[in-house]
Each structure stands twice: as structure tokens, then as C-alpha cells.
């Protein structure tokens, strides 16, 4: 019993080393393919990340339903930290990113009576940088969201 128990932790040793070069490994592809995050995180936000580990999605969760509450409320200063930390936890997750963005420019940031325009400007390089066959029902519904929203200002 006693040697069986010294080959799985010889083998757990073993596993922990071949991911340590595999981890050099990818870490050093995602350099060359630019994927590399330039955030730097401070050793207190890489221990909670290790402690969350496979908890990290319902952290994320938990902490979209605080953007939505503090948006549904009117509190948009309470919504950038929160994205922030969804954006440590997952970084490879775009839409963090995009809803980000669109609350620093919609919500947070403009002016009643710029509100309209900016969405607009917006809304013209989205077209330009998308491809207008596959995404053709979505500029649809977003220019019609436009008009609804030009017609309330």
C-alpha cells in the first residue's frame, strides 16, 4: 500500500514538471502570436486567482449580475471595477471588452444630448469593420435601435 502510495505522488511530481515545460512552451507562443497580456498582475490578484481556480466562472457570474444591478440602478460608477475584474479573471473573453465599451461611451461618459451622435459614429466604424454579409441582421437591428433612441432625445 505504502509503495503504491509513492508512485502516484511520483507520478503527480512528474505531471507537475512536464506542465511546467509545457507551460514555457505556450507562454512562449502566445509571444510570438502577440497574444501575450501586458497586464501585469500584483502578487494579491494572482493568489485570489489561484485560490478561485476553478471557481472563476461563477465569480464571473456573480459579478455580471452586479453590472446589471448597478446599471438597472443608475450607479454606472460601480460598473467599471467590476468589469475590470471580470477582464482578470477571463481576459480572453471579448464581450467584457465590448460591453465595457459601450457603457464608458454610452452610459458613463457622454452627455444627454451627445448620447445620439456618439452611438452613431460608433455605430459607422462597427459597419466598417464588419463583414456586412454575415452581420447584416445585426446592423439592421442596431441602426433601428438608433432611431429609437434619436426619437427620445
Same mark, same amino acid.
Given at each position: #500500500? #505504502? !509503495?503504491?502510495?509513492?508512485?502516484? %505522488? ?20 502566445? /509571444?510570438? /502570436?502577440?497574444? &501575450? ?5 500584483? +502578487?494579491?490578484? &494572482? ?10 466562472? %461563477?465569480?464571473?457570474? %456573480?459579478?455580471?449580475? /452586479?453590472?446589471? &444591478? ?10 467599471? +471595477? ?8 477571463? +481576459? ?5 471588452? =465590448? ?12 452627455? /444627454?444630448? =451627445? ?8 455605430? !459607422?466604424? #462597427?459597419?466598417? &469593420?464588419?463583414?456586412?454579409? =454575415? ?5 439592421? =437591428?442596431i441602426e433601428k435601435g438608433i432611431k429609437k433612441i434619436k426619437e427620445k432625445i
Amino acid at each position: #500500500m #505504502m !509503495e503504491k502510495n509513492w508512485i502516484y %505522488i511520483f507520478i503527480a511530481i512528474l505531471s507537475y514538471i512536464c506542465l511546467g515545460f509545457l507551460q514555457v512552451s505556450i507562454d512562449y507562443q502566445r /509571444e510570438i /502570436e502577440n497574444l &501575450k497580456s501586458p497586464i501585469v498582475l500584483m +502578487p494579491g490578484e &494572482k493568489a485570489g486567482s489561484f485560490i478561485l481556480s476553478g471557481f472563476k466562472g %461563477i465569480a464571473v457570474d %456573480i459579478l455580471w449580475l /452586479e453590472i446589471e &444591478k448597478s446599471w438597472h440602478s443608475g450607479q454606472h460608477y460601480k460598473i467599471l +471595477p467590476s468589469l475590470k475584474a471580470i477582464s482578470y479573471l477571463q +481576459p480572453n473573453y471579448t464581450t467584457v471588452w =465590448e460591453i465595457g465599451a459601450w457603457h464608458m461611451a454610452y452610459n458613463i461618459f457622454a452627455k /444627454e444630448a =451627445e448620447r445620439g451622435r456618439r452611438l452613431e459614429r460608433m455605430f !459607422e466604424r #462597427m459597419k466598417e &469593420k464588419m463583414d456586412f454579409k =454575415e452581420n447584416l441582421g445585426i446592423i439592421l =437591428e442596431i441602426e433601428k435601435g438608433i432611431k429609437k433612441i434619436k426619437e427620445k432625445i
